[in-house]
Structures are given as C-alpha cells and as structure tokens.
C-alpha cells in the first residue's frame, strides 16, 4: 500500500461489495429486458456473489480471497 493510501474498513468493503452486487443485478435485469438471456445469468451470478461475500464480512467472517495477489 503506498503512504497516501488507506486500508479499508470491513464495513467499507461490505458497503462496497454491496453497492457491486447491485449493479450486476441491474445489469443482469437489463440484459434479461434486451432478450440476452445467455449473459444475464452471468451478471447474476456475478450479483449473488458479491452479495453472500458482503454477508460473510457482515457477520465477521472472511471469505477466500483468490485474485488478491498474495503469494
């Protein structure tokens, strides 16, 4: 993390993953409204999730973090 950067709260990341989760579903909704039915369950799946993993930290547990770039 470089000096003028700060970390970021648990409750932030939540907010955060929360915020994402309904954008997927927003778009997930519009392709479904376009009759892009083979990309919508993409985005839906996307949505669900960012929401469980903002569940997860709202109950002070950590998921897994697989592209974080930790060795």
């Known amino acids: 993390?470089?000096?003028d950067e700060r970390?970021?709260?648990r409750k932030e990341e939540e907010e955060s993953l929360l915020r994402r989760s309904k954008e997927f579903l927003d778009t997930a909704e519009y392709q479904k409204?376009?009759?892009f039915y083979d990309l919508?369950?993409?985005s839906l799946e996307q949505a669900l999730q960012l929401f469980i993993k903002s569940k997860i930290l709202a109950q002070?547990?950590?998921y897994p973090?697989?592209?974080s770039?930790?060795?």
């Open 7 to 9: 970390a970021v709260t």
């Open 60 to 62: 002070g547990m950590n």
């Open 1 to 3: 993390m470089r000096r």
């Open 33 to 35: 409204s376009r009759g």
């Open 40 to 42: 919508a369950p993409l």
């Open 69 to 71: 770039g930790a060795p």
């Open 65 to 67: 973090r697989t592209h």
